[in-house]
């Protein structure tokens, strides 16, 4: 499987934002792929660190400006249940 040869390993991501999300403390932002949690999705995390570092270059809501939006993203791929996701801790790693 592609996806777990890559596992650790430094990618580059491009994807259109279908759907967006976060935890209720508002400590992590989801950006997905997908509309539903299944196989096809793709998660970019947006951790505390990297929110305060996209507000610096001007975004306040990740989650309203990026949906709809097509973006790369390079960072360190890992699994959480099973899915694929990139964890952003820097506004540089996000181009759109």
Do not use: W
């Not at 580059?12 to 976060?22: D, I, R």
């Amino acid at each position: 499987d592609l996806i777990k040869d890559l596992v650790s390993k430094e990618v580059k991501l491009e994807m259109t934002v279908v759907a967006t999300g976060g935890t209720k403390k508002g400590d992590l932002v989801f950006l997905n792929s997908d509309a539903e949690r299944g196989p096809e999705n793709f998660t970019v995390v947006i951790d505390k660190a990297g929110q305060e570092s996209l507000k610096k270059g001007g975004v306040s809501d990740a989650r309203k400006h990026f949906l709809g939006r097509s973006i790369r993203v390079t960072g360190t791929l890992s699994l959480f249940r099973d899915q694929p996701q990139i964890i952003v801790s820097d506004a540089k790693q996000i181009q759109e």
